[in-house]
C-alpha cells in the first residue's frame, strides 16, 4: 500500500487507474513517464534504503547493547559522507559504483574511531560513552565534510540534495547499483541473528552457549558496514530510521534478534517511504527532503527514549 502511494502521490498526483496502465498498458502520455521515469524509481531506492539503514541500526543496536545506537547517532553516516565528500569534492568522483567504495572505508573508519574513543578509559566501552563519542566524531567530520564543500563549490552542487538526505532526482541505475550489497548485507545480518541473542546476554554467558563472540562481531560489523555504506551513497546520511524501527518492532515481538531483524527489514522501508510522501504534500508544489522528514521525528523519539526510566531491553 505505501509503494502505491509513493508512485501515486506527490507534487502531481497520478489517478490509481494511470499507475495501473503505467505498467500494463504503454502510452508516452506526462503521467505515464512520472510513474515509469520518476516514482518507480524513487520508490525502489526507498525501499531499498529503508532496509540498509532500519536493519543497520538493528544491527548496531544488538552488537554494542545500546538501545541508543543507530548509524546516524554513532557518527557512521556521518564517516560515510565525509569520505564520498571526500571522492567527489577533491578527487572528482562523480559515479556511484566509483565512490560507493569510498562510503564503506568511511563507514570501517568511523566504527573504528567510535569504539576506540568509547573504549578509552577505565569504564570501557559503555552504551552511554559510545554514544557519546559517536556524537561528538559525527560533528567533526560533518564539519569537515562542510569546509570541503565550501572550497570544492562543485563537489556542493553536486551534493546539495545528498548532503540532506534524498531520495528524489535518482535513475533507476542507483538502485540497481546498491542491491547486491544490500542483499549481501541482509543476508550476513540474518546469519548472525542467533549469536546475537546470545551476545545480548554477555561474553561469559554466550561463550558458555557455544557462540562465536569474534566471528559473530565481525560478521555484524561487515553487515553495517555494506548496509550504511551503500545506501549513504545513494541517498546521503539519512537518520533515525534505524534507531526508531527496531525499537517499534521490539515492542511487538519482544527480543528475539531474528524477529526484530526480520520486522525490521519490513517496517523500515515503510517508515522511510511514508517520510518521503510527507514530505511531496506538506510543502507543495515545493518538497522537503526525507532526511528532514525522519530527523524531524526522530529527534523527539530520541529525547523520549533518553528520558525514559528504562529503554526497551535488548
Known amino acids: 500500500m505505501v509503494c502505491v502511494l509513493s508512485i501515486a502521490l506527490g507534487t502531481r498526483n497520478v489517478a490509481l487507474s494511470t499507475v495501473w496502465d503505467a505498467f500494463v498498458n504503454y502510452a508516452d502520455t ?6 515509469r521515469d520518476l516514482r518507480v524509481p524513487r520508490t525502489i531506492l526507498g525501499l531499498l534504503a529503508g532496509v540498509a539503514f532500519g536493519l543497520s541500526g538493528a544491527v548496531i543496536q544488538a552488537v554494542t547493547r545500546n538501545p541508543l545506537a543507530d548509524t546516524q547517532i554513532l557518527g557512521i553516516n556521518a564517516g560515510a559522507g565525509l569520505f564520498v565528500v571526500f571522492a567527489v569534492g577533491v578527487l572528482g568522483l562523480t559515479s556511484l559504483s566509483q565512490y560507493m567504495w569510498f562510503a564503506f572505508a568511511g563507514v570501517a573508519v568511523a566504527l573504528t ?3 576506540a574513543l568509547g573504549s ?3 569504564a570501557g566501552a559503555t552504551p552511554v560513552r559510545l554514544t557519546l563519542a559517536g556524537v561528538a566524531l559525527g560533528a567533526v567530520m560533518d564539519g569537515i565534510s562542510g569546509g570541503i564543500r ?3 563549490p562543485r563537489a556542493f552542487d553536486y551534493l546539495r540534495f545528498w548532503d540532506i538526505g534524498s531520495l528524489a532526482g535518482r535513475p533507476v541505475d542507483v538502485a540497481t547499483t546498491i542491491l547486491p550489497f544490500v542483499a549481501a548485507g541482509v543476508v550476513l ?4 541473528a542467533r549469536s546475537l541473542n546470545a551476545v545480548a546476554l554477555g561474553d561469559d554467558l554466550a561463550r558458555t552457549l557455544g557462540a562465536n563472540i569474534g566471528r559473530t562481531r565481525v560478521l555484524a560489523t561487515v553487515s553495517v558496514m555494506v548496509l550504511a555504506g551503500a545506501a549513504t551513497a545513494a541517498v546521503g546520511p539519512i537518520g533515525f530510521v534505524g534507531l526508531m524501527v527496531p525499537h517499534v518492532v521490539r515492542w511487538f515481538v519482544g527480543p528475539d534478534q531474528r524477529w526484530i531483524f526480520v520486522y525490521t527489514i519490513v517496517c523500515g522501508p515503510i517508515l522511510l517511504l511514508l517520510a518521503d510522501i510527507t514530505g511531496r504534500l506538506v510543502v507543495r508544489p515545493g518538497e522537503l527532503r526525507v532526511g528532514v522528514v525522519t530527523a524531524f521525528v526522530g529527534a523527539p523519539v530520541l ?3 533518553v528520558r525514559r526510566s528504562r529503554v526497551s531491553g535488548l
Open 303 to 305: 529525547i523520549w527514549l
Open 30 to 35: 506526462d503521467d505515464q513517464s512520472i510513474v
Open 113 to 115: 574511531l567510535v569504539y
Open 120 to 122: 578509552a578509559g577505565r
Open 150 to 152: 565550501l572550497v570544492r
Open 189 to 192: 545480518a540474518l546469519i548472525v
